[in-house]
């Protein structure tokens, strides 16, 4: 199974900030890689799919990036709304595996 | 729009088959990739098993001689069944819309599943 490794897995920030996510895969997964946001008590919601690619709906604040096996979630001048659990995802290959998580904290 | 909910008994005991389904409202599951995904406790998610509307499979080979997945056209519903469940299948079980190229596009809430006697 590819093994995706998620840090930092907590992170403190405050509103109007620039947080920086990353995911490293423990092999070569092209582009097939998600992120996702998730809430207390909420469903996920996917932000970002092809590595770069926003979802639909998702603000343009939100942004990711890829180099090699490390990916990476931007959130640009955050939101009270963005404080949260975000997850990557890779869907290069069976079985789907996740990252362990970071819960983005304010500061 | 579409919504996704699962339901199921919150609790089993070790041994037993646990059985959940996700019912698709505000849309057809016709055309469409569905998963089963979960999350123990303090861990992070697990993918189980995905199924076409026309019935195609695949399965986590980690948990593919206890699973089962079935879709019912019919009822806008599919399946999950977890056989000889253990204290380790504690978990929130999520179901999820699976796009062809292996994103979960929209998720469930979830259902907190707890094996305990």
């Known amino acids: 199974d590819i093994q995706m490794t998620q840090s930092p897995s907590s992170l403190s920030a405050s509103v109007g900030d620039r947080v920086t996510i990353t995911c490293r895969a423990s092999q070569s997964i092209s582009n097939d890689l998600g992120w996702y946001q998730q809430k207390p008590g909420k469903a996920p919601n996917l932000l970002i799919y092809?590595?770069?690619s926003l979802q639909s709906g998702v603000p343009s604040r939100f942004s990711g990036s890829a180099s090699g096996t490390d990916f990476t979630l931007t959130i640009f001048s955050l939101q009270p709304e963005d404080f949260a659990t975000y997850f990557c995802h890779q869907s290069y290959s069976l079985p789907y595996t996740f990252g362990q998580g970071t819960r983005l904290e304010i500061k | 729009q579409v919504q996704l909910q699962e339901s199921g008994p919150g609790l089993a005991k070790p041994s037993e088959t646990l059985s959940l389904t996700c019912t698709v409202s505000?849309?057809?599951?016709?055309?469409?990739?569905w998963s089963w995904i979960r999350q123990p406790p303090e861990k992070e998610l697990e993918w189980i098993a995905y199924?076409?509307?026309?019935?195609?499979?695949n399965y986590n080979p980690s948990l593919k001689s206890r699973v089962t997945i079935s879709v019912d056209m019919s009822k806008n519903q599919f399946s999950l069944r977890l056989n000889s469940v253990t204290a380790a299948d504690t978990a929130v079980y999520y179901c999820a819309r699976t796009t062809r190229a292996g994103y979960f596009d929209l998720w469930g809430r979830g259902t907190l599943v707890t094996v305990s006697s």
């Open positions: 199924i076409y509307y026309s019935g195609s499979t």
């Open positions: 092809a590595a770069s």
């Open positions: 505000g849309g057809s599951i016709s055309n469409n990739y």
